[in-house]
C-alpha cells in the first residue's frame, strides 16, 4: 500500500488529506514543519509528498516551500512532489514545475483532480522504478556476459542487440555452422568474432572471405585453391581459404553471392570436409568451423533457383538475426561514444538528433558520422550542425519549441513496453495523461 506524506502546517489539512486518499487506499503521514517533514523521509518508506509552500515564518512568499522542495529533490531526486498553496504565483509554478515538480495545485484543491494527479504519479513513479530495475537488470546481465565470454569490445547496451550476443556466445563452441543475417552495416562481422572467440577453435586460425567483394570467376579458387594454370592468371598453385582455415574457423560474407557451381562446392565440404582446388583431381580433407553472413533473403533467392535450397538449411543450422541500428536504439548513444576520439564531447543537442535519426546506414553509418563531425568541429564539444544529418538542425529546433516526441519516439517506445502506455510514458518521461493526448494529436490508436 502506497504511503503519502503531507507536510502542512495546518492540521485541518493533513486530516482532510488523509480521509481522501483513504478512498484509494493510501496510508497518510503528516507533518506541521519542513523539519518534521525532512525527518520523516528519513525514517519511513513514503511514496509521495504533498506539501505547502508557506508556513509560519512567512505566508505569502512561498520561499520556505522552495527551500523544502529543494532540499527534499536533493536527497529524493525521485520523489514525487505535488505542491498546495493558497497564494499561487504563475511564476513560481512555472520555476518549481521546471526542476522538478511533480504538479502545483491552488487551495481550495479540487478532490476529484488531486486524487487523480496523486494517482497518475504513484502509477508513473512505480513504472519509472520498474523501469530502473529492468534497466539496471540488463547491465548485470550484459557485466555477466563480459565476464563469462570474450565479447572482442563489443559496444551494446540494447535489449535486442544482447539476445543475440548471449546465443552467439551459447552456441559458440558448437561445431554446427552459424548464419548471420541482418542489414548491411549493422555488425554482422562482430558477431562473427564474437563466435570464434568463444569456439572450441579459437586457438586456431580465423580467416574471412567477403563473397560480395569477389568477381564470381574468381570465388572458387578464393574458397577451394587452385593448381597452377587452373585459370587465367593462375601461373602457380595456391591454395584457398578451407585449407588456410583448417583447425579454426572460416567467415564467409555476402555468402548470397556465391555463385550456383561455387555452392555445391560448398555444400559438400561442409557436409564431409572434402574438397579439390581448381584443376586438381587430388581430393583435399579439412576441418574447418564456418560462419556465413549475408543481407539477402535467401529464401526469396532459392524461389528464384538463385541459392540451393540444401546449401541454405545446412548454413543455417543455427540463425542469428541482427535487427538494424533503428530498432536497437538502446545501442546508439554507447556507440556513438565509442567512436569519439579523447578530448571530444557530443552536446545533448547532437545526442538528441543522434536519437531521432533513421540510421539506414546502420553502424557504419554512425561511426562515419561521428569521425566527420569530430575532425570538422571547432571545439571540444560536437553540436548538430556538425552531425550534418538531414534535418537534423530543424529537428532541434522544432524540439526547443514542441519538446514532446514525435510519432517515431512513442511508436518505438510503446514497442519496446510491449504495449504497456504507463512504461513507455515513463521511457518517455512523460506522464500517462500526457502520452495519451500526444497520442490523440497524432492520431495513434491506444493499444
Not at 134 to 147: D, I, K, N, T, Y
Amino acid at each position: 500500500m502506497p504511503t503519502l506524506l503531507v507536510i502542512d502546517d495546518n492540521p485541518a489539512v493533513a486530516t482532510a488529506l488523509d480521509v481522501l486518499f483513504s478512498l484509494d487506499g493510501y496510508a497518510t503521514l503528516s507533518a506541521q514543519t519542513p523539519e518534521a517533514g525532512l525527518a520523516l523521509l528519513e525514517r519511513e518508506p513514503i511514496d509521495l509528498v504533498v506539501q505547502d509552500m508557506n508556513f509560519s515564518a512567512d505566508t505569502t512568499s512561498g520561499d520556505e516551500g522552495r527551500a523544502l522542495f529543494a532540499e527534499i529533490r536533493r536527497r529524493h531526486p525521485d520523489l514525487p512532489v505535488v505542491l498546495l498553496t493558497a497564494w499561487t504565483h504563475l511564476e513560481n509554478a512555472v520555476d518549481l514545475v521546471k526542476a522538478g515538480a511533480a504538479d502545483y495545485l491552488a487551495k481550495p484543491w479540487d478532490d476529484g483532480k488531486l486524487r487523480a494527479t496523486v494517482r497518475n504519479l504513484l502509477e508513473l513513479s512505480e513504472t519509472r522504478a520498474e523501469l530502473a530495475r529492468r534497466v539496471a537488470g540488463e547491465r548485470r546481465q550484459r557485466s555477466a556476459l563480459a565476464r563469462q565470454y570474450d565479447l572482442r569490445g563489443f559496444v551494446f547496451a540494447d535489449p535486442a542487440t544482447e539476445r543475440v550476443v548471449a546465443l552467439a556466445c551459447q552456441v559458440a563452441r558448437s561445431e554446427l555452422p552459424v548464419l548471420v543475417t541482418g542489414p548491411n552495416g549493422a555488425g554482422k562481422e562482430c558477431i562473427a568474432t564474437i563466435i570464434q572467440a568463444n569456439s572450441a577453435v579459437r586457438a586456431g586460425p580465423y580467416v574471412t572471405l567477403n563473397c560480395g567483394a569477389m568477381p564470381a570467376d574468381l570465388i572458387e579458387a578464393e574458397l577451394f585453391g587452385a593448381e597452377a594454370g587452373a585459370y587465367t592468371g593462375a601461373a602457380k598453385a595456391r591454395e584457398g581459404k578451407f585449407e588456410a582455415a583448417d583447425g579454426g574457423t572460416l567467415f564467409l560474407d555476402e555468402i548470397g553471392n556465391l555463385p550456383l557451381a561455387g555452392q555445391m562446392k560448398l555444400l559438400r565440404v561442409l557436409e564431409t570436409g572434402r574438397f579439390e582446388r581448381l584443376g586438381s583431381n587430388r581430393e583435399r580433407q579439412v576441418k574447418v568451423r564456418v560462419i556465413s553472413a549475408t543481407n539477402a533473403d535467401l529464401p526469396a533467392m532459392i524461389r528464384a533457383g538463385q541459392f540451393r535450397e540444401d546449401l541454405y538449411y545446412r548454413l543455417n543450422a543455427i540463425e542469428l538475426r541482427l535487427p538494424p541500428l533503428a530498432e536497437r536504439p538502446g545501442d546508439i548513444l554507447p556507440l556513438a561514444l565509442s567512436f569519439l576520439p579523447t578530448g571530444k564531447l557530443l552536446g545533448e543537442d547532437a545526442q538528441a538528433a543522434l536519437r531521432r535519426h533513421a540510421w539506414p546506414g546502420n553502424v557504419r553509418e554512425l561511426r562515419n558520422t561521428i569521425q566527420r563531425a569530430a575532425l570538422l568541429s571547432t571545439g571540444a564539444q560536437i553540436g548538430v550542425a556538425d552531425l550534418g544529418l538531414p534535418g537534423a538542425a530543424a529537428g532541434a529546433a522544432r524540439a526547443e519549441t514542441d519538446p514532446e516526441p514525435d510519432r517515431t519516439a512513442i511508436e518505438q517506445a510503446i514497442a519496446r513496453a510491449g504495449g504497456v502506455l504507463a512504461q513507455a510514458a515513463a521511457e518517455l518521461g512523460m506522464s500517462r495523461q500526457a502520452l495519451y493526448r500526444r497520442l490523440d494529436k497524432l492520431g495513434i490508436a491506444r493499444t
